[in-house]
């Protein structure tokens, strides 16, 4: 039973997130395919880099074909109603951070499942959660969000270090995956609520080379 909730919450963070990579592929100008190889990227590029890590070959996303086929349907839905994604960049940021939630808790889960350290807990968490959205702005060009955004991939780190501290209490998943879901999801938005970064590296420079005399 545990093990369809698992995939349905999967399959579930997959939607959300092909929407987020299809919607950037419409910003983009792309055609059809490239919007639906965008929605497939983010959809289910950070669960595969991780399977292939971790040695879980072969890749969820290719010995289940609904996670591809979820992603080609989500692309081609949004390619449909381009101009109802374009308008709604709140509803955007809305999923973008609850696919961020739902697979770092995943992606926690699967590192404890397969033995791994706490580390490697963490950034399985990490990983899948964030891997997509590298794949998505390298092929659009840009320099990956979670390298220079607000509390992105950090929001996806501490909630792979909460998801640690619970391990001795021993809670049930559905409880471990709420409670760490929920976290990475409300820092996320509230980062971006109040507009909340870490210290950029030009900004250092540029206080530094303002106070020289």
């Not at 545990?2 to 963070?13: K, V």
């Not at 109603?81 to 955007?92: E, L």
């Not at 420079?205 to 020289?212: A, K, P």
Request: glycine share 12%.
């Amino acid at each position: 039973m545990e093990n369809w909730i698992i995939l349905l919450l999967d399959l579930f963070g997959t939607a959300v997130f092909a929407i987020t990579g299809a919607v950037q592929g419409i910003r983009h100008h792309l055609d059809v395919f490239g919007v639906t190889v965008l929605a497939c990227c983010v959809g289910v590029g950070g669960g595969m880099v991780r399977d292939c890590i971790i040695g879980c070959t072969p890749v969820a996303a290719l010995s289940n074909q609904h996670y591809i086929i979820i992603c080609i349907a989500v692309g081609l839905i949004s390619y449909a109603t381009a101009r109802f994604w374009i308008r709604k960049r709140n509803i955007i940021k809305i999923c973008d951070a609850i696919g961020l939630g739902v697979f770092t808790a995943l992606g926690a889960e699967k590192g404890f499942a397969q033995g791994l350290s706490f580390t490697g807990i963490i950034l399985c968490g990490t990983i899948t959660a964030i891997g997509g959205g590298i794949i998505r702005d390298l092929l659009t060009g840009k320099i990956p969000v979670v390298l220079k955004s607000d509390f992105y991939a950090t929001a996806s780190l501490i909630g792979g270090c909460f998801y640690c501290l619970m391990l001795p209490l021993k809670y049930p998943f559905a409880v471990n995956f709420a409670l760490v879901s929920l976290l990475v999801c409300a820092i996320r938005l509230l980062a971006i609520r109040y507009n909340i970064q870490l210290p950029a590296a030009g900004r250092l420079v540029n206080r530094r080379h303002n106070q020289v005399p």
